[in-house]
């Protein structure tokens, strides 16, 4: 038995930062966050970026978030593809290409804590407080959308609640609002990606990992579908709500601790 171990303990698809324990459980884990978020919508990103956070080297973690979440949402967008409303996701690609330039280039100037408090503080707001209602929203207003959830993502890692306060079921419904949500997700992160790869991040090391977190992932988001065909909408809208209501508290409670 611990010859077997220790067999796996040097197998190469993990890279030398991670024993087989954490990579075991990080893809156990990224069935369970894509199971989660095609129910309810979203949070996955951030419950992934969270654990993370919490076993990776610091350099690796919003990179390597990023590509699990390329295969993670791309999955679930593949899923629920004749669901995706595509003028809404044509239009925040346009403004993510420039998003992840500007992030890129101001990669090590903002404090991640101050970001997470404006975003939090946003999400709270756009769910509980009067506002501009996303189903007023005219679809070229995603493209300015696409500049700053991208911009965000370079450093926070895990912006799907922002997105998702304009991605809503008011006004798409439950399906196309985890379909467009998803699709959105995996242009913002594949930019993502591509310019930490630039910025000389190597991402050969974590791809066997990261291709077994996608399996996983796929998995989930067929499963959780089953889940959420059988969801009233008005149930749907209220986990929606209340997860983001969740996340958004989870990020203040973060930025307070860092600022204080």
């Known amino acids: 038995m611990g010859a077997s171990l220790a067999w796996i ?6 890279p030398a930062e991670v024993s087989s324990w954490v990579g075991g459980g990080l893809v156990l884990l990224s069935f369970f966050t894509s199971f989660f978020a095609a129910t309810a919508g979203l949070g996955g990103g951030i419950i992934m970026i969270a654990v993370l956070a919490s076993v990776l080297p610091a350099a690796a973690v919003i990179p390597v978030h990023g590509i699990i979440q390329v295969g993670a949402n791309a ?23 420039l998003g992840a330039w500007l992030g890129g280039s101001l990669l090590v100037a903002l404090p991640t804590a101050m970001l997470q408090l404006v975003i939090g503080l946003f999400v709270l707001y756009s769910v509980w407080g009067p506002k501009l209602r996303a189903n007023r929203i005219a679809n070229p207003a995603y493209l300015p959308v696409g500049i700053g959830v991208t911009f965000l993502t370079m450093f926070v890692g895990g912006t799907g609640p922002f997105v998702a306060a304009f991605i809503t079921p008011d006004r798409f419904g439950r399906e196309p609002t985890v379909a467009t949500h998803a699709s959105c997700m995996t242009v913002q992160h594949s930019f993502k990606v591509f310019v930490f790869g630039l910025l000389g991040f190597a991402y050969a090391p974590w791809l066997l990992l990261v291709a077994a977190m996608i399996c996983t992932g796929l998995l989930g988001s067929f499963v959780g579908r089953s889940v959420l065909v059988k969801l009233p909408q008005k149930t749907f809208k209220m986990m929606f709500n209340t997860v983001l209501t969740l996340l958004a508290l989870r990020l203040l409670w973060s930025a307070l601790g860092a600022l204080l």
Do not use: H
């Open 9 to 14: 303990e040097t197998m190469e698809w993990l």
């Open 75 to 97: 999955g679930r967008a593949f899923v629920f593809r004749s669901f995706v409303n595509w003028p809404v996701v044509g239009w925040f690609s346009a403004g993510a290409v």
